[in-house]
Each structure stands twice: as structure tokens, then as C-alpha cells.
């Protein structure tokens, strides 16, 4: 375990996982912490309100994970969801703090108001997080929590719209997996 790195025990197991996939994080700041509700969230992740004020470099994070989530009327505790599944969402909030560092105060405040008020910028940063995920090599991760989602009975159908609306669809991974494997044998051949 890192020292930059806060987590619950009940989720050290899969929260350590998902880190295996950012060695770029390793001396970044990260607090992982159970709230009670997180509003048409599962989970959040952003800067902590002091760092804004603090270097790139400096700046701390948290994820916020939802105790429990509502599929088909019935509470279900976060820790109960299957380990891969809990992987890729945290694989995907990791590729948000990897959308921030680079970012500076302004850029990153301003960010925030844009999601806040425009769909579009939410579309937008969703799938910029799917897409740090699939470049850390996380799509079977990613895969397995869109299936979840979007192949469960229980869950809303509001829910797995929200899903499709705002993120990167399975056939948008697999192609970007084709993609990286094109272009890694591209870069093979070359060196060879």
C-alpha cells in the first residue's frame, strides 16, 4: 500500500487493482472514501477544494463511493458489487484525476462550472476518463462494468441511459482496442 494513498479495507483489494493499471499515481495524493448518497453517482472523483490552491504536483484528490446504490427499488451495498465490476469503476474515476493533474486552477475550475451546466462538457469528460482507462490497458475492467450495468435486469432504464448518453459505448472500446493493436504491430514491424 502507498502512503499517498488513503483506502477503506473493505475495498483495498480492488481499489489496489485498479492502481496496478496508473503507475503515474502512484505519488499522487488520493483519499478513497464511503459517502451515504452520491447524487446519479456511483462514485466521484475530483481535486479536494484546498488543493485548487496548491501546484499541479501538490494537488490532492478524493474518490467518493456511494455506500449503497437503488437497482429496481432494493438498496445494495457498494461493497457487495462483484470485484472486477468495482475494478473498472474505479479504473474509470482514476481516469479522471488523470484528466485534472495536467490541468491548471482556472482550467480546472472552470471545468467544474461546465459540468455543472452543460451536457455536452459531461459527455465529453466521461468518455475522456473511459479513454485514460482503455489506454491503462483497464478495457476488460471497463468492459465487465458496462455489461453489468447495461445488461442487468435490476437496473433502471434511466441509469443505463445515463450510461449510454454520457459514456463510451462497448463497441467504442473495442475499437479503440483494434486501434492500439494496429498501431502497436505498425510500431513491431517497424522495429524489426
Known amino acids: 500500500m502507498n502512503a499517498q494513498h488513503i483506502i477503506p479495507n473493505s475495498i483495498s483489494k480492488e481499489i489496489n487493482k485498479a492502481l496496478e493499471f496508473y503507475p503515474e499515481l502512484n505519488e499522487t495524493a488520493i483519499e478513497f472514501r464511503f459517502k451515504p448518497h452520491i447524487k446519479k453517482s456511483t462514485m466521484q472523483a475530483r481535486p479536494t477544494f ?3 490552491f496548491k501546484s499541479r504536483k501538490n494537488r490532492t484528490y478524493v474518490v467518493l463511493i456511494s455506500e449503497s446504490f437503488k437497482i429496481a427499488d432494493k438498496q445494495f ?3 457487495h458489487i462483484p470485484s472486477d465490476i468495482l475494478v473498472g469503476w474505479i479504473g474509470h474515476e482514476l481516469g479522471h484525476i488523470m484528466d485534472y493533474r495536467d490541468r491548471s486552477k ?3 475550475i472552470w471545468f467544474g462550472i461546465r459540468y455543472l451546466l ?3 462538457h459531461i459527455v465529453e469528460a466521461e468518455r475522456a476518463a473511459d479513454t485514460y482507462a482503455v489506454q491503462h490497458n483497464m ?3 471497463i468492459l465487465k ?3 453489468f450495468i447495461l445488461n442487468n435486469a435490476d437496473i433502471h432504464e434511466a441509469y443505463k441511459l445515463r450510461i449510454k448518453k454520457y459514456y463510451l459505448s462497448p463497441e467504442e472500446i473495442m475499437d479503440m482496442i ?3 493493436n494496429a498501431e502497436t504491430k505498425e510500431s513491431e514491424s517497424i522495429v524489426q
Do not use: A, I, P, Q
Request: aromatic content about 10%.
Open 50 to 52: 484546498g488543493s485548487f
Open 77 to 79: 451495498l457498494t461493497t
Open 106 to 108: 482556472l482550467n480546472l
Open 118 to 120: 452543460s451536457d455536452h
Open 139 to 141: 478495457e476488460e475492467y
Open 145 to 147: 462494468t458496462k455489461d
Open 178 to 180: 483494434e486501434h492500439r
